[in-house]
Structures are given as structure tokens and as C-alpha cells.
């Protein structure tokens, strides 16, 4: 069946610092990939996400490539700020069925 | 008020008690879902409702129980919960049209957190 499989944290940067946070799935045919970020307190938002193969989803200096050959979304941000810590979970919406697949979440701190 | 809210933030219950949890969205949207999320664990993926007909049944226990009266409100039932109940209770939903595709961005609520004793 579906699945996203997603780096296990937690993650700790210093501000500035690069992240990558790697997000792999399965799935047949042609699902629609997504981020949310989770903040203390509060439910899912959507980050980004990517319809197609090779498509790039951006938002707020993060972003994530559609890489049908490798069947990854890793997420990236150049310079992560302290307001960037929060848990950030890959998902999946299959091309068929009805379900949203999560992954684990991985938690980000970033230190000043 | 926009996006989707949910009401009460916080709920403590004892395993005796009978509560609801309600969730609202002002998105204009036709399916919505229930999802737990506990400590250390995926998000699961309880309940879905598609034009006000539920459409997934994630065998979730009976002493939960949802209701959608509408394309903008949907319910869930608590009665005789056990306290490996308690989590975090999120609600979202999704701009379908013409019916479930599951292809859709969630919008999600804030969630309620249900500590029962």
C-alpha cells in the first residue's frame, strides 16, 4: 500500500544553519506529495506541496522537488530561522483510494 | 471567522463521561476528517465524511462515534473512553468537487487536546 517514510528527529540547528529534512514514499501511479508544519499548540498547516513529477513546491524560503525517479520530496530551507522551530510532516495523497498518508513528523529546533 | 476551527481546545473526562468534540469550517468545503495524533505515533486517520456521507471507517472503536449534519460541521461522540484515548483530535478538511478523490489539500484546525483520567 501507500507510504511515506520520513527522516526520524529530532533535528537541532543554529540559526542560518541549511536543513534538509529527507522524505521518501510509495505508491502506485501518480500521487500528490505535501509538508505541513506543525507548530506548538496548534494543527497542521499546509507548507508546500507538488502535483507532478519534477514539480517544485516553495513556500516561505522551504522548498521540495517531486523526484519521481528517486520517489523522494526531501525538504529543504537555505538559512533557518529560530521562528522555523516546529515538527514537519511529509505526506501523500494517492492518485486512487481516499486516504492522506503521514509520516512520522520530525521535529526542528533552531538555536539562536 | 475563516479556516477551520474546533471547540473545546482542551478537554479533561473522566472514562464515565459523555462529550463532544465539534469541529466547523468556513472553507466551503464538501468532505472533512477526523485524525488522532498521539506521542511518538503517525497520524491516524479515524474518520471521513464526503458530501456529508461517511466514506472511511479506520476500524475505530465504537466509544467513538461521528456525525456530519452538514458540509460544514462534523462531530465526534466520545463515550467510555480509556485513558490511551487521550491525545491530540484534529480536524480537517478538503475542497472536493464531484465527489471523494482523496487528491486534495487538507486544511486543518488547531485540534483539541483530550486528557482522560
Known amino acids: 500500500g501507500d507510504s511515506v517514510t520520513q527522516m526520524e528527529g529530532p533535528v537541532t540547528l543554529s540559526e542560518e544553519a541549511f536543513l534538509t529534512i529527507n522524505c521518501t514514499y510509495t505508491?502506485?501511479?501518480?500521487?500528490?506529495l505535501f509538508w505541513y508544519v506543525q507548530y506548538p499548540g496548534e494543527g497542521l498547516q499546509l507548507l508546500l506541496k507538488?502535483?507532478?513529477?519534477?514539480d517544485k513546491g516553495s513556500n516561505k524560503g522551504f522548498e521540495a522537488t517531486y523526484r519521481k525517479e528517486t520517489t523522494s520530496f526531501h525538504l529543504e530551507k537555505g538559512s533557518v530561522q529560530v521562528s522555523d522551530s516546529a515538527v514537519y510532516f511529509c505526506?501523500?495523497?494517492?492518485?486512487?483510494?481516499?486516504?492522506?498518508?503521514f509520516g512520522t513528523g520530525t521535529s526542528l529546533t533552531v538555536i539562536p | 471567522e475563516t479556516g477551520v476551527t474546533q471547540t473545546p481546545r482542551h478537554l479533561v473526562m473522566g472514562m464515565t463521561n459523555k462529550k463532544s468534540l465539534k469541529c466547523e469550517q468556513h472553507?466551503?468545503?464538501?468532505?472533512m476528517y477526523w485524525y488522532k495524533q498521539s506521542a511518538k505515533k503517525p497520524l491516524e486517520l479515524m474518520f471521513v465524511?464526503?458530501?456529508?456521507?461517511?466514506?472511511e471507517n479506520n476500524s475505530v472503536p465504537s466509544r467513538f462515534s461521528p456525525e456530519c449534519p452538514n458540509s460544514s460541521h462534523l462531530f465526534l461522540h466520545l463515550h467510555t473512553l480509556q485513558p490511551e484515548d487521550s491525545a491530540l483530535y484534529l480536524c480537517?478538511?478538503?475542497?472536493?468537487?464531484?465527489?471523494?478523490?482523496?487528491?486534495?489539500?487538507?486544511?486543518f484546525g488547531p485540534g483539541t487536546r483530550l486528557t482522560v483520567l
Open positions: 480537517a478538511s478538503s475542497p472536493l468537487s464531484g465527489g471523494y478523490r482523496g487528491t486534495d489539500t487538507q486544511y
Open positions: 505508491a502506485t501511479g501518480y500521487p500528490s
Open positions: 507538488a502535483t507532478k513529477a519534477d
Open positions: 505526506a501523500l495523497s494517492g492518485e486512487t483510494g481516499n486516504q492522506f498518508y
Open positions: 472553507l466551503g468545503h464538501n468532505a
Open positions: 465524511y464526503s458530501l456529508e456521507e461517511r466514506v
